[in-house]
């Protein structure tokens, strides 16, 4: 069984019209993350959750929001895309205990194309 | 800042071989290190998690080092098959939370 789900697996959006890609999982993890990966280049960490706390990378464009309604549930935001951000992007859970992380399950992506 | 760095970052081997793959990274004080397979136009797949209090990991043909001191791991494929062609990523766990990953290993088996 599917234990990080990602939806929709493709999506197709305009330049500057708004998307949101879904993460959902069934671990009960306490964090969640948001990685972007572009072709032949490792994940990129966007931001995670810990628990209800946003934790932002300094790197991350302002385009780029997030949300988490429940432990379940976690959607990534993009506001006005670029073609920049035509990109694989990555959701993943861990289970952070003591302040030590332990694996980190992957879901098998969202591919974004942007037009 | 931890940097990660993988070598080679492309192999080729025929079928059976027993190959390694190493990962190096800057900063010893990582909390855990994870390494996982990615197949084209797909999520990552954990393969092994090595705490740092630990030295190595083994699942099946598989079987991961960690030599904090020296800032390395190493990925030991035994009897490879052709289906263990894919990208293999080493990521160093730090601030408990935070997964800083290397650029990858391109493997290919050759049946």
């Known amino acids: 069984d599917a234990m990080v789900i990602q939806n929709p697996r493709y999506q197709v959006t305009q330049f500057g019209k708004p998307v949101t890609l879904s993460c959902s999982q069934t671990?009960?993890?306490?964090?969640m993350y948001w990685y972007q990966q572009k072709s032949s280049q490792a994940p990129k960490l966007l931001f995670h959750y810990y628990d209800k706390d946003f934790n932002n990378e300094a790197d991350t464009p302002d385009n780029f929001q997030s949300r988490r309604p429940n432990t379940s549930f976690c959607f990534l935001d993009i506001r006005s895309p670029g073609l920049g951000d035509a990109a694989m992007y990555l959701c993943a859970t861990s289970r952070v205990v003591a302040g030590i992380g332990e694996t980190q399950y992957f879901g098998p992506g969202t591919r974004l194309l942007v037009l | 800042k931890q940097e990660v760095t993988q070598i080679p970052a492309a192999l080729s081997v025929p079928e059976g071989e027993n190959l390694v793959l190493n990962c190096s990274f800057t900063d010893s004080a990582i909390y855990n290190l994870q390494w996982f397979r990615q197949d084209p136009g797909k999520g990552l797949t954990s393969l092994l998690l090595i705490q740092s209090s630990q030295r190595e990991q083994t699942s099946g043909r598989l079987n991961a080092s960690l030599d904090k001191s020296s800032g390395r791991s190493t990925l030991y494929i035994a009897a490879s098959q052709p289906g263990d062609s894919a990208t293999y990523l080493c990521a160093v766990i730090q601030g408990a939370q935070k997964l800083v990953f290397g650029q990858g290993t391109r493997l290919t088996i050759n049946p």
């Open positions: 671990l009960n993890h306490n964090v």
